[in-house]
């Protein structure tokens, strides 16, 4: 758990410019993936294997724009 947690934090502040703590939960859920899905001996995945997996998962999800930036249900002039 602390590798993952050290990782995460490592992720957040050298990868993304600012973090809005409503999509924490994706910034998470971005990191679980990339951290079970990693290469290892038992598991030799390259970025390409990676890619197509993370594709294959979004097949019928529609995020829309309202929802990514937290304005879902405002009212827009």
């Known amino acids: 758990m602390e590798n993952f947690w050290s990782l995460f934090k490592w992720g957040l502040n050298g990868t993304y410019i600012a973090v809005e703590p409503y999509h924490i939960d994706r910034y998470w859920d ?44 405002e009212m827009a002039f």
Do not use: H, M, W
């Open 30 to 73: 971005e990191q679980v993936f990339r951290y079970n899905k990693r290469a290892t001996k038992e598991n030799p995945l390259s970025d390409a294997d990676r890619f197509a997996l993370a594709v294959s998962q979004i097949v019928g999800k529609r995020l829309t724009y309202a929802e990514l930036t937290g304005t879902v249900g």
